[in-house]
């Protein structure tokens, strides 16, 4: 275990330096996402470093001294200390915390004051994958890849049950009338007692669309309630939520791994697959009202497009990272 701490080291180390490969970045990435004391650890880290910086200049200290100084601090406060090595870039680092020691002691006080509240949340990261979690009280969530949501420790203790969101997901919610169930997606507050949902959050746009049961949703004065079928759409620069019939089951897309399509213009389906793949993919005037009935199961991006290029007899066209269906 040490021994891979100090391999993880390294590798922070060569992260803030901005000397890793693109391997070498993505395990640290990887490794930060998997576990809070992880993040805490590289927060820590990452502080001392930023401010070290700004401080470098000005300073001439004893790094040996003020490392053990560091030492004896961070151990007071249950804060993860960094090992003492001998390899030249962690000289560098040692002589960064000498620094900080010295000219920036209100930073530390800092870092100690706000340890606890690095330690309140729970952040689960689901990567390059959907996730499943389970919640302290039993609700589930499925988390679309590239997604996050946060709470606090103390979940249950309150009178309100509430996590933030980045991303999208699911919501399988458990009942309990004396706490309801809040999610904060970029300032768009979805409330329930008990229900399922999906809340789709981008820097533009928050789409909510429900599966069970009744949800509120409010931003700043405005608030609407939602039924099964029906979807609201907030948008970043508007306040009005127009409640909408939801015609279509591709919110389904990675708990199912299917797209459904019933009649549905090849337009939309295109804007689907673009957010699905990650790719841009673009239809021709001529095509794009075109109707598609079908489902797609677990099919590759290039398995989906040679199949409508059969149904329709429609060209593909691969041209600088665009697709182009015409």
Known sequence: MRREMNNMDDLLVKYLLDESTRQERGEVEKWVAAKTGNRIYFENFKLIWKRSKTLAAHNDV????????????????????IPLKTNPLFKYFRIAVAIVLVAGGSWLTYLMATKDSFSQEISVHSGAKTLVKTLPDGS???LNKNSKITYGKDFTAGGTRKVKLKGEAFFQVTPDKTKPFLVDANEVIVRVVGTSFNVKSSIKQTEVIV???????????EKVKIKPTEKVTVFEDQ????VKKNEDQFY???RTDKLVCHDTPLWKLANVLSDVYQRQIIVSNERK???ITTTFDGKSLD?????ISETFNITVVRNDGQIILK
């Open 140 to 142: 589930i969530i499925t």
């Open 303 to 307: 398995e989906v497009l040679m199949i």
């Open 239 to 242: 306040s009005v939520l127009a």
């Open 62 to 81: 004893d790094e040996d001294i003020a490392w053990i100084r560091f030492k004896d601090k961070m151990q007071e406060t249950e804060i993860p200390v």
């Open 211 to 221: 599966e069970t049961g009744l949800v509120e949703v409010t931003k700043k004065e």
């Open 289 to 291: 009202n075109l109707p």
């Open 252 to 254: 389904k897309y990675y």
